[in-house]
């Protein structure tokens, strides 16, 4: 029997006429004095307890021990097999479990919500998870901060906090990234930034230190936020009432909020670019077609008073044979620039064409015969085109919207046939779709 109960791998115990006659490794770890703690079981079960699972308690210098005591029939005489079960800590291993599976319960519902959320329902519903995450680990706190490379910035995007703790984002935006070196230099390697006290901050962490100081930080965990391989920001709890021992069910529990948070953000972001890639023109950046129709239906103040011109560049054709195509792309961007700079922020150009623009300036406070004289000047003065000044018009066909309401068509067609009248009287010119064909 001795032998068998050695090669059990959990708690077990040889017993023979009421006494113990051997016990594993396991056992003695359980109860170090093996035959006292089998006599203690005894005196509750009697000295010949019948086969199969009961239930003892066992006082210990640790306090009182439940235990489950499975109990073998009798073999090789009347040799018993004892298994013990440690009932405290099997309810705390289910504790664990039931946790760990309500986390993962909760991680599936924010993922789903994350992904249906639209782009402007995207921030509210990262800070609603952040809520739930951070109610979960009963933290203060629970934040992102999305790093700019190209501004060398970092700015709190999204923050939760509990009941009476105070808010920080509107205090941690646009700070140069050296602000806190020791931070970023662990996140950049990967490394979670977390400490139970302030006092364990490395040496380096002087200004990490003050900052958490004034939040009334207590203890802190931080976690990269990864995409594409490149640092993009972290993820963060602060402990502001209590201290917090960071155990591993933090840094894992942080770790996947990253993962889900990344993936929300980036998809949001691929969006919006593949939304801005329908809706502007690759050449010049400028809106197009598409994007005009999109802003003149959702602008009420630009169906009010507004002036839209069409412009087509005068013999571009010469340019492309002279200079060669990509000197005329050249020019484009320089015309598309012109343009733009000619209007207040309200104004808007757009690309429809190979060479053709529209300009749309609303709620114009000049005449139409400004307006227009002024889009010819700006793209009269000469040109740099491959190492030759030269000098390039436009023609420009305006039409004031309020005479044909909010028909986008309509503009369109009238401004046309008053630029091809431009270009027909002689080019570097402007006309307005009226009633009588005035020529500007």
């Known amino acids: 029997m001795r032998q068998w109960v050695e090669a059990i791998p959990v708690p077990a115990l040889a017993v023979r006429g009421g006494h113990v006659d051997g016990c594993n490794d396991a056992a003695r770890a359980l109860l170090p004095d093996a035959a006292a703690g089998w006599s203690l079981i005894c005196a509750q079960l009697g000295p010949m307890p019948a086969p199969g699972v009961h239930a003892v308690v066992i006082a210990t210098c640790d306090g009182l021990l439940p235990l489950d005591v499975s109990i073998g029939p009798a073999a090789d005489g009347d040799a018993r097999l004892v298994v013990l079960r440690d009932a405290r800590a099997e309810e705390a291993v289910r504790g664990c479990l039931e946790r760990a599976l309500d986390f993962e319960r909760l991680l599936t519902r924010s993922s789903a919500a994350l992904m249906r959320a639209g782009d402007p329902q995207l921030d509210d519903e990262i800070e609603r998870v952040l809520g739930e995450v951070g109610r979960f680990f009963d933290i203060d706190r629970a934040y992102v901060f999305r790093i700019d490379d190209d501004a060398g910035t970092q700015s709190n995007t999204h923050e939760w906090t509990a009941p009476g703790i105070s808010r920080e984002a509107h205090n941690l935006q646009d700070i140069p990234l050296g602000t806190f070196p020791s931070l970023l230099a662990q996140l950049r390697r990967d490394a979670v930034f977390g400490y139970a006290h ?54 894992v529990g942080l770790r996947l909020l990253a993962q889900m948070l990344a993936g929300a953000i980036d998809t949001r972001a691929m969006a919006r670019q593949l939304r801005w890639q329908a809706m502007h023109d690759a050449l010049t950046g400028l809106p197009n077609r598409l994007y005009l129709r999109d802003r003149f239906g959702e602008s009420r103040h630009w169906r009010n008073g507004a002036l839209v011109a069409v412009v087509d560049v005068d013999d571009f054709k010469v340019v492309n044979d002279r200079y060669g195509h990509g000197a005329g792309d050249t020019v484009l961007r320089e015309i598309a620039r012109r343009l733009t700079a000619a209007l207040t922020p309200e104004g808007l150009v757009a690309r429809i064409g190979g060479d053709e623009f529209v300009v749309v300036q609303p709620r114009a406070r000049e005449t139409a015969a400004r307006f227009g004289e002024r889009l010819v000047e700006v793209v009269a003065r000469p040109f740099d085109v491959g190492g030759t000044c030269e000098s390039i018009g436009i023609s420009v066909g305006l039409v004031d919207d309020s005479s044909v309401g909010a028909d986008l068509d309509a503009l369109l067609d009238r401004a046309d046939a008053a630029m091809y009248r431009a270009k027909a009287s002689g080019k570097r010119r402007w006309s307005l779709a009226e009633a009588d064909g005035a020529i500007g």
């Open 198 to 251: 302030l006092d364990d901050l490395p040496a380096d962490a002087s200004n990490e230190r003050a900052e958490f100081e004034r939040e009334g930080i207590r203890s802190i965990l931080i976690v990269p936020l990864w995409s594409a391989g490149a640092l993009r920001g972290f993820i963060g709890f602060d402990a502001v009432r209590r201290h917090v021992e960071w155990s591993e069910s933090y840094v």
